[in-house]
């Protein structure tokens, strides 16, 4: 990664921090908020027009590719705030969707595909092991979730958490996800030892869950 992309990561980095405040004034002033996101759209769609009319790619001199899903937690990368500081700074923040493939996004921080990339830990650390490396390294801590998690079922089927600990009973998964470590932790936690050695159904995206 040459110095000048480095730069931009770190910049990247620095504009979460700038960001979190950001999005906590939102709260208070969604109004102010509103209207400010409204004028740069529209100073978007007039920088753009002015590039289909021949004019020149000048306003951004470095790309970072940023690997991440749809979880809540990275809502502040997706954010009209973030992209507008970025773009003061002439970096243009490329988010590329992999549906929380996190081997595929692993491997795409080790070839270099993806400049940066989003994780839970848990999900790091396994995908890193189904690896056999670790070639990532992790720069920051962005969101601690509360409460985020839980495993869901029809009451007429399991009224308790005992009520699963028999072979047939199956947990609808995302492999490799959190949800995989969080059924792993219920069974452990719970002494779940009745179900089957591997008891998941699973699915290729969160959306199919």
Known sequence: MSKGKLLAVAIVWLMILATGVGIWKVVFAPAVEKSKAEQERLAEEERRAALG????????????????DGFSGYAVFRSDTFETELRKRGIRLKLVDDAADYPARL????????????????????????????PATIVALIDETVGADAVVTYKSAFETVDDLNTPGAKFVITPDSPSETLARVVMSRFQLDQMDAEPFITTPDPESV
Not at 107 to 134: Q, V
């Open 53 to 68: 009319r021949g004019g020149s790619e000048s306003l951004y001199s470095k790309q970072v590719t940023l690997n991440l």
């Open 107 to 134: 491997r795409a921080l080790a070839t270099g595909e993806a400049d940066m990339a989003l994780f839970t830990i848990d999900a790091l650390i396994k995908a890193s092991a189904l690896a056999g490396d670790l």
